[in-house]
């Protein structure tokens, strides 16, 4: 049996995906989570073969659980579901661990296949993602530059950043002014307009 736990903030979203899985004579699904702190606590407990997981949740998000799972050197192997096309996501996905990166609109056979091509060590990522990850180029941005960015968009000033972030307000402005340069942006809000639409926040 191939035991999977899934994580899913949107209750009807993780129940349809659990009940068209169940229908697979040889998956199991071992335990539903309905944010990346579940999640984890459910893989470390239950040791599934796979986590099947959305990037964008409540807390931890779907990368930083694989990117903790990896740092863990856990069994688990991750598959991304997700909405979102967005190059960034997949290049911070591959370079994260994650074994498989699907869209939800991809059909219930192909994600099934995938689960077991995955659960076999094998890798799924659609070539259309794939090559547009390929055209977009690297994530310019730095850690810190992102954590500046994301904060930013929540409207908060250098000086809020700053103490956030643990840092001072001129290197706030520079993580910003850095970052803006490096999207060609003519502010903070277009940089961060910008990373977002590449998946790099």
Do not use: F, M
């Given at each position: 049996m191939i035991r999977i736990v899934l994580a899913e903030d949107q209750a009807l979203v993780l129940g349809a995906i659990a009940a068209l899985l169940a229908l697979e004579p040889d998956f199991a699904?071992?335990?539903r989570?309905?944010?990346g702190d579940e999640a984890l606590a459910l893989v470390r407990e239950l040791t599934p073969d796979i986590l099947l997981t959305?990037?964008?949740m409540p807390g931890r998000t779907g990368l930083d659980c694989?990117?903790?799972?990896?740092?863990?050197?856990?069994?688990?192997?991750?598959?991304i579901v997700t909405t979102f096309a967005r190059p960034g996501y997949l290049e911070r996905a591959r370079a994260a661990g994650v074994r498989g990166y699907l869209l939800k609109d991809t059909p219930v056979d192909e994600l099934v296949a995938a689960i077991r091509t995955v659960a076999a060590g094998g890798r799924v990522i659609p070539a259309d993602l794939a090559a547009a990850a390929w055209e977009a180029g690297s994530d310019p941005l730095t850690d810190r530059e992102r954590d500046a960015l994301r904060l930013a968009e929540e409207g908060l000033s250098n000086k809020d950043i700053a103490r956030r972030l643990g840092l001072s307000p001129g290197t706030v402005r520079n993580y910003l002014s850095e970052a803006a340069g490096k999207l060609g942006a003519v502010n903070r809000i277009e940089a961060g307009r910008t990373?977002?639409?590449?998946?790099?926040l």
């Open positions: 699904i071992v335990g989570a309905a944010n959305d990037i964008e694989a990117q903790i799972l990896a740092a863990d050197k856990a069994r688990t192997a991750v598959v990373a977002r639409a590449n998946g790099w």
